[in-house]
């Protein structure tokens, strides 16, 4: 089915440790985002892409790096990672330039870090 | 700035009775309004959407909500509950950005709707 497709689904991490978060979508979507959601908490953004090679921060972007080197692709990567960084995350791709309400979202990431 | 009030962080009801999640907002021109449902496990799913036209707005799986400027207010409704509607709701504005490509979505912390047989 089309859509966005994060992997993994879970990730347990050692404090330190690094990781990528893969995001993947089939729709063409030249915008892409990335949020995490802390428990009891709604998204808030991390980054996001406008499209291949633009990438820009959103509102909480410390501690995490990402890339955009093709349309279907937006890793995100976490190089040392902290007990904060535990979360959940969301990838998302719009196909409209200022709707990111009309996001298709992936189905999640269950980051934890002890 | 703008802000979105969940007045509720969980509501239980049976099923077959009416639903009512309340919202309010804060915002210094005509928002944008949004209502997002997120199945255990799931990513979010765009419920309904505000913008400026009708102040009653119908969504999806029986689900409206109404925009009261007077009250700020955007709570949403559905008559009669159903087993499937259990899930977490969030009530969003949009906040568009002078500068950068994306509307920001500013979003309440949830409601997590209980429905019991």
């Known amino acids: 089915n089309a859509g966005v497709t994060q992997t993994p689904k879970f990730r347990i991490l050692k404090i330190g440790q690094s990781m990528t978060l893969q995001c993947t979508q089939d729709?063409?979507?030249?915008?892409m985002y990335w949020y995490r959601q802390d428990p009891g908490m709604g998204l808030k953004l991390i980054y996001y892409?406008?499209?291949?090679?633009?990438?820009d921060k959103g509102e909480v972007p410390n501690g995490y790096n990402v890339s955009r080197s093709t349309t279907e692709d937006f890793p995100l990567r976490l190089e040392l990672a902290a007990p904060s960084q535990t979360s959940v995350y969301f990838c998302?791709?719009?196909?409209?330039?200022?709707?990111?309400?009309?996001?298709?979202f992936g189905q999640g990431t269950r980051l934890t870090v002890v | 700035a703008q802000s979105v009030t969940q007045l509720d962080s969980h509501v239980s009801v049976s099923e077959g009775t009416p639903v009512l999640l309340r919202c309010n907002y804060s915002?210094?021109?005509?928002?944008?309004l949004f209502w997002y449902v997120q199945h255990p496990n799931k990513g979010l799913q765009l419920l309904l959407k505000?913008?400026?036209?009708?102040?009653l707005v119908k969504g999806i799986n029986g689900f409206e909500a109404e925009f009261k400027k007077s009250e700020t207010s955007f709570h949403l409704t559905k008559p009669s509950a159903h087993m499937s509607d259990a899930a977490e709701y969030f009530c969003?504005?949009?906040?568009?950005?002078?500068?950068?490509?994306?509307?920001?979505?500013?979003f309440g912390a949830g409601t997590r709707l209980a429905v019991h047989p």
């Open positions: 998302a791709s719009s196909f409209l330039p200022r709707q990111p309400e009309n996001a298709f």
């Open positions: 892409s406008v499209g291949a090679g633009i990438t």
């Open positions: 969003v504005v949009s906040d568009p950005q002078v500068s950068g490509g994306y509307n920001k979505l500013i």
């Open positions: 505000y913008t400026s036209a009708a102040t």
């Open positions: 729709m063409n979507h030249n915008y």
């Open positions: 915002s210094s021109y005509s928002p944008s």
